[in-house]
């Protein structure tokens, strides 16, 4: 069974940094594309990045582009988003996601094309 667990939320101050992990069981991170998205109060949920399967080539919103890093480590079966430089939009709860499935990554983004979601790790910037 596909299970996601995120962690790594915290309150952090503006500019600061964060590193978000996506623990996978059921499955391995390598043959799945995986994808992070945030959802702030009263916004739409939002694709922010996403690692293809095998590839490992990846894909930014312009938003966080040259801020956010995906990377995955096959051994810990584990997707990180190392956040730098971040600011008080970046405020949202941040959920991983997965798909074997054909999907648009690395080009694009895209909610309805991952069938498994975490449960979400909160991300506050605030000073």
């Known amino acids: 069974q596909v299970h996601l667990v995120e962690s790594g939320g915290d309150l952090v101050q503006p500019g600061g940094s964060l590193r978000l992990s996506c623990a996978a069981s059921?499955?391995?991170?390598?043959?799945?594309?995986i994808g992070w998205f945030r959802q702030a109060p009263g916004k739409e949920r939002e694709g922010v990045s996403c690692?293809?399967?095998?590839?490992?080539?990846?894909y930014y919103a312009d938003s966080v582009k040259g801020r956010f890093t995906i990377s995955r480590d096959n051994v810990k079966n584990t997707v990180y988003l190392q956040m730098n430089s971040l600011k008080p939009e970046d405020t949202a709860v941040y959920y991983c996601?997965?798909?074997?499935?054909?999907?648009?990554?690395?080009?694009?983004?895209?909610?309805?094309?991952?069938?498994?979601w975490g449960q979400g790790t909160q991300v506050t910037v605030s000073s």
């Open positions: 996601a997965a798909t074997r499935r054909g999907s648009t990554c690395p080009y694009a983004i895209s909610n309805n094309e991952y069938p498994y």
């Open positions: 059921g499955f391995t991170v390598n043959y799945y594309t």
């Open positions: 690692i293809r399967s095998s590839s490992g080539n990846t």
